[in-house]
């Protein structure tokens, strides 16, 4: 069976790299079975500097496949925030209700779907020890909600309405999630470099 770390300690995200990875006859493994694992701070400027820094320094670390994933939201009518801060955007506990009510307070008077749009992104590196690190990118399109809605998911989910769909990503199931997510976008690209390589 193919190995590979996951070098991650969010759950949420854990549960979904497993569903998507489990039947392509990967093991997968994160940070989370490793509890005294380092710390890699995030101290890049875009998603992709961010997904490097952490697969390198894990993938150095354990001398294992690494894939690390750094993602976030970008509104437009805050010029792209909360961006690469989205996880520490309403203070560094990282609390996903305090992100979201610190969100809905921002678009106060928004009233506009179409002002609300918004994207998921998620970009990814895949780096093998004694190997060059590789990266891809995936985003899923749609607006903030006026309120949330949902229990499915983690994190910015139950405020983000998915475009075509018309409903908060916390109210889709898991499989429906992993069918149109930026992360199953990103980790299809990230497979076909696999395969080639
Ligand atoms: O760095 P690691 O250990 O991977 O875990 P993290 O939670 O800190 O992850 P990031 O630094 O990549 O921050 C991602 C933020 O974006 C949010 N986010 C990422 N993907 C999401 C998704 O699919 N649905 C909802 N929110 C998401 C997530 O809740 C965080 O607030
Ligand atoms: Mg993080």
Redesign the pocket.
């Known amino acids: 069976m193919k190995e590979i770390i996951i070098a ?3 759950k949420g ?1 854990v549960k979904e790299f497993e569903a998507l990875l489990a039947p392509l006859g990967y093991l997968v493994q994160s940070l989370l079975d490793y509890p005294d694992s380092i710390d890699v701070e ?1 101290t890049g400027t875009t998603f992709e500097e961010n997904a490097i820094l ?1 697969a390198e320094a894990i993938s150095t670390h354990y001398q294992r496949m690494t894939i690390a ?5 970008a509104i437009d009518y805050l010029d792209g925030k909360p961006g690469i801060f ?2 520490r955007y309403a203070g560094l506990a ?1 609390d ?1 209700q305090a ?1 979201i009510n610190k969100v809905l307070e921002d678009l106060t008077g928004v009233d506009e779907l179409e002002s609300r749009s918004a994207r ?1 992104i ?1 970009a990814l590196a895949l780096s093998i020890p004694g190997g060059k690190t590789k990266t891809v990118e995936g985003t899923c399109e749609g607006y903030i909600a006026m309120k949330q809605q949902g229990e499915n ?5 139950p405020i ?1 309405i998915v475009k075509n769909l018309n409903k908060t ?1 916390a109210t889709l199931s898991k499989e429906e999630k992993n069918r149109i ?3 199953a976008e990103a980790l299809e690209k990230l497979i076909d470099i696999i395969d080639q390589s």
């Open positions: 991650t300690k969010n995200k995030e952490k994933d750094d993602s976030g939201l989205s996880a990282k996903d992100n998921f998620c998911g983690f994190g910015y989910d983000f990503m997510s930026h992360r």
